[in-house]
């Protein structure tokens, strides 16, 4: 996939799965770090889809706590060469 238009490709940081930020719904959770959507619901994330917002933002201190150690993000679920 490539970088879109209306937006740019990035990588779930917990599944891996592409995700067009600004396009498709995702949680960012920092500068560098986003969720898709699915990843977002599973972490306990409720979608406000009236209103177009996260009404509870889903748990991502693991991600954050990584990022702050200067880890790199990569999906703990990502089994290479899958």
Do not use: K, N, T
Not at 24 to 47: A, L, M, N, P, W
Not at 65 to 82: C, D, L, N, Q, T
Request: hydrophobic residues 30%; proline residues 5%; negative net charge.
């Amino acid at each position: 996939m490539q970088e879109s238009e209306a937006g740019q490709l990035v990588h779930c940081a917990d599944c891996d799965d592409e995700i067009v930020s600004g396009r498709e719904r995702s949680y960012e959770y920092s500068e560098e770090g986003e969720i898709c959507f699915d990843c977002s619901i599973r972490r306990g994330g409720v979608y406000d889809e009236p209103h177009d917002r996260w009404a509870v933002a889903p748990a991502v201190r693991d991600l954050l706590e990584r990022e702050w150690a200067g880890e790199p993000v990569v999906a703990r679920h990502h089994i290479p060469g899958a």
